[in-house]
């Protein structure tokens, strides 16, 4: 039987230990669905419901496996859809080959049908590697550099297949000129910065008294020395929100998220710290960091393109968080004087107390922090969580305690809508033996998690684990933009933008004969958990919460706060909104624990 190129890159994806392709079918590539019919479906095709969808799901099958995630579509509006899940990948740093059909090359110039300058498409979102596979011989350099690529820079890739070359009989380059011959498999060194860089890191470090602490995604895998790091400064550690697994909540000196979504505790410290060290983390917003001139900084991150910024860092090292925190460790002199990480302590204890009581105050119907705070009491210690962009990111960066081998993440850059279930049925396929969690506001329900409840359907026998749950924040208003609105605008809540139609999130799940549970008592919230977390397929909860509970950020400026008293004065929600404000704030002033 001859081979084709199509069946020559499923071979050579199988090589490069691919196990999946997330896409959905189009005529610009039946030449490549024909060799996954050919192939006996290896690696697995895993249909999404759109294409989007299938990039979001290679984005979150990347993200949670450590592992390429690879994605197709067809050509024209279907490598079109792919895109904005792209750009999730690449501006979250994550590895991801996608491998698109385009019109026959006869056909090229001629305005023909579904005919995209598909080059010019993706030069941005695949800026590192975007290229188009012309002839068999190709073949082995263009993934094998697209796969090697994506890894290297953790970002997308892309290779264009048109449709008559998929089905032309593969030949390998040869041995010859202007031939380009390939290998699959690459070993990975481990970058150290040098001893002189880390002598200066280390010595300003041990001339901190107030050791701040930040750390990102690329800390992962570094927690151990962060860990002792943290004990050696006595340092408190916040973290950014693509971090927010890196670390465990249930330490006492982790401060946890940072920023606008971030927790008074890491506000503070950042705000009276005298040292800053930052340890992977790209994080933005540089007025949540301490004044310019108020601390002397350190970074590490593998990254050289993204190092010294966001700060101004006296000592940048470029290196692998694990290597060179291992370096600098026997360099750090161990402070005797813990008062500043003892009151860090206090803090955080009393952040945690405030969070459950925030999350207990009463709202119409359910408060939605307490959709979060409930789950973290009950949290499987391997769970897999994912947040969708909105609301659901507010609660799940200040009420979800990471603790054991949890692992969580959301669009952390791009902060696109619709990330949130996708992200959980790739996670699923890179631990089908671990429990998924998505938190979902019902914008982005309606958006595109209801279709990808279909796909969940589908595949979650597959998965040895069954358990994906679904919580979905039902509470009819794109509930973020109206907030934003208010507090950045000075805008009140513009009906006509804002409402969403009313539907059951329950009775469409129950339909494609998953669980579903209805919620609208705050008490029954927690029996609601048990269930899903104990069943036999996945879930549904339809939770219907409160619009009006404010995400409060660790601290409101006088301007936010002018604007969003101007913008109740015409606000058809103002006086719940004062009231569920009101009780919220206040849980930051009464007595806690001593």
């Known amino acids: 039987m001859t081979t084709t190129v199509a069946d020559q890159l499923l071979t050579r994806l199988r090589e490069w230990g691919v196990e999946h392709v997330f896409g959905y ?59 904005n899940g792209l750009y999730d990948a690449k501006l ?3 590895p991801v080959v996608a491998i698109v059909g385009q019109t026959a090359r006869t056909a090229m110039g001629g305005s023909y049908q579904q005919e995209v300058d598909l080059l010019s498409l993706f030069k941005d979102v695949a800026s590192d590697y975007v290229q188009v596979l012309n002839v068999p011989e190709q073949l082995p ?32 380059p040869e041995h010859a000129f202007k031939m ?39 800390a992962r895998g570094a927690a151990a020395e962060v860990a002792e790091v943290a004990d050696l400064l006595g340092a408190g550690v916040a973290k950014a929100l693509l971090g927010k697994d890196v670390l465990s909540d249930e330490l006492p000196w982790v401060t946890g998220s ?11 410290m950042m705000r009276d710290c005298d040292t800053l060290l930052t340890v992977g983390s790209s994080f933005p917003y540089s007025q949540f960091l301490p004044d310019f001139d108020q601390a002397r900084a350190v970074q590490v991150d593998i990254d050289g393109t993204m190092i010294g910024m966001r700060y101004p860092y ?25 008062s500043w990480q003892d009151g860090i302590r206090d803090d955080v204890a009393r952040w945690w107390d405030v969070m459950d009581a925030e999350a207990h105050v009463s709202a119409d119907p359910v408060n939605p922090m307490r959709i979060f705070s409930e789950f973290s009491v009950v949290a499987p210690p391997n769970a897999i969580v994912t947040a969708d962009s909105g609301s659901s990111a507010d609660w799940y960066a200040r009420q979800v ?31 089908p033996d671990r429990p998924a969690i998505a938190f979902e506001g019902d914008g982005a329900m309606q958006m595109n998690g209801l279709a990808e409840l279909l796909t969940i359907a589908r595949y979650w026998r597959t998965w040895s684990d069954p358990r994906l749950v679904v919580a979905v924040l039902h509470n009819n208003d794109l509930t973020q933009v109206t907030w934003e609105l208010r507090s950045m605008g000075g805008t009140p809540k513009f009906v006509e933008s804002q409402a969403l139609p009313e539907m059951s999130y329950a009775d469409v799940a129950a339909g494609f004969g998953l669980g579903a549970i209805a919620v609208d008592d705050p008490e029954k919230l927690a029996g609601a958990w048990e269930t899903a977390l104990a069943a036999d397929r996945p879930y549904v909860l339809d939770v219907r919460c409160d619009p009006d509970v ?11 706060m002018l604007k969003t008293a101007r913008a109740l004065v015409g606000d058809p929600n103002r006086w719940q909104v004062v009231k569920e404000g009101v009780k919220t704030k206040v849980q930051e002033v009464l007595p806690r624990r001593d």
């Open 25 to 83: 079918p189009g005529d610009g590539i039946n030449g490549i669905i024909g060799a996954f019919s050919r192939a006996d479906d290896q690696p697995a095709f895993i249909q999404a419901r759109h294409e989007e969808m299938a990039a979001f799901q290679a984005v979150g099958y990347a993200k949670f496996s450590g592992r390429v995630g690879v994605c197709t579509a067809t050509s024209g509006p279907g490598a079109i859809h792919l895109l």
């Open 92 to 94: 979250d740093h994550v």
């Open 141 to 172: 350099n263009l993934l094998d550099r697209a796969m090697r690529i994506a890894m290297t820079r953790r970002a997308p890739t892309a290779i264009i297949v048109p449709a008559d070359v998929q089905e032309l009989e593969y030949s390998p």
């Open 180 to 218: 380009v011959p390939s290998s699959t498999g690459t070993s990975w060194p481990q970058v150290v910065p040098d001893d002189a860089a880390v002598r200066r890191a280390a010595d300003l470090l041990n001339a901190g008294s107030k050791v701040a602490m930040l750390i990102g995604q690329g």
């Open 258 to 268: 940072i920023g606008l979504l971030g927790t008074r505790p890491s506000y503070e």
């Open 314 to 338: 006296e000592v940048n090292l470029v290196g692998d968080a694990v290597a060179t925190l291992r370096a600098l460790i026997p360099l750090l002199v161990r402070k005797e004087d813990r």
């Open 401 to 431: 305690r990471m603790r054991g081998d949890m692992r969580g993440s959301l669009s952390g850059t791009l902060a696109t809508m619709g990330n949130a279930v996708p992200y959980a049925i790739g996670a699923k396929f890179a631990h």
């Open 550 to 560: 404010p995400p409060i950020p660790p601290h409101s400026d006088l301007d936010q």
